[in-house]
């Protein structure tokens, strides 16, 4: 990795912690948005640093997508009744969580091991979907996403029609 | 200082766990449920790290893949996660 790629890599690793605490700390759902939207391009910049450029772009879309949510007008609020106390112990999870990953992360590397799948071999059936028929995989998730954002329509029609 | 598959599981556990606080610290949860696709980005890129320094033999597709996965299930999950809590809402 040279050294365009490196800068690339940290300062995109910036761009996605900044936006990804802006979408938990921000006050307003435009703001939200927008660090919704930071957070899609630092993370389709990492993608890019590391080689992944079709990646990099399906992450834009799709970011770019939920910061339309976001920021858009069928968004709603609701407030949930959890008290003051299970958040502060949820934000303490995720400090030991952070603590945990970062110990994982500097232990991290790569080892040379054989897996067996068992009887239904499912490792070639993995190599199968997410190797070999990659672009069917992708169909299949793009019908899904489609059936979901439909039905999530239909409902909200449906209910808007009562 | 060249990135290294240890700098990039950093970079991946951070955001991992700011979407994690993200989602235990907000109010609305409407707000909770967009710091998902925060988490979702995390993964991924520990999954394209992963597929990027694993360099013995060929391409390794295969962590591209989950990524790109992800990010499609993370606007799925969101999609549907709002569309709830407006017709929960609406009520």
Redesign the interface.
């Known amino acids: ?1 040279d050294s365009l ?2 800068i690339g ?2 300062v995109s ?1 910036g761009v ?2 900044l ?3 802006g ?3 921000m006050p307003g ?1 435009d703001l ?1 948005g927008l660090a ?1 939207a930071a ?2 391009a630092g ?1 389709a910049g ?2 890019v ?4 450029a ?2 990099a772009i ?2 834009l879309v ?2 770019l ?2 910061a339309v ?2 920021a858009g007008p ?7 009744v ?1 008290s003051p106390m299970w ?1 502060q ?3 303490a ?3 030991a ?2 603590a945990v ?2 110990y ?3 232990r ?3 080892v040379t091991a054989r897996y067996s799948a068992g009887p239904l071999d499912l490792g070639a059936v ?2 199968l979907l ?2 070999h028929d ?1 672009l069917a ?2 169909a299949i ?2 019908l ?2 489609a059936a ?2 439909g ?3 239909a ?2 029609m449906r ?2 029609a009562r | 200082m060249t990135p290294t598959l240890v700098a990039v599981f950093f970079v991946a556990g951070g955001v991992v766990a700011a979407g994690a606080f993200g989602a235990a610290w907000r109010r609305d949860a409407s707000a909770a449920v967009a710091s998902i696709p925060v988490m979702f980005a995390g993964v991924g890129v520990a999954f394209a790290g992963v597929a990027r320094f694993a360099a013995a033999g060929g391409q390794h597709l295969l962590g591209q893949e989950l990524a790109v996965l992800l990010a499609i299930a993370a606007l799925a999950l969101l999609g549907l996660g709002l569309g709830i809590a407006g017709r929960e809402s609406a009520r």
């Open positions: 990795m790629h490196a890599f940290y690793s996605l912690l936006g990804g605490l979408v938990a700390l759902r939200r919704m957070a899609g993370l990492v993608y640093s590391l080689s992944a079709f990646a399906v992450a799709c970011y997508g939920c949510l976001v069928g968004y709603r609020s609701v407030e949930s959890v958040r112990v949820g934000a999870g995720a400090a969580l952070l990953l970062a994982v992360a500097f991290g590397d790569f993995a190599n997410l190797a990659t995989t992708e998730a793009a899904a996403l979901a954002a039905a999530a329509a409902w909200r209910d808007r």
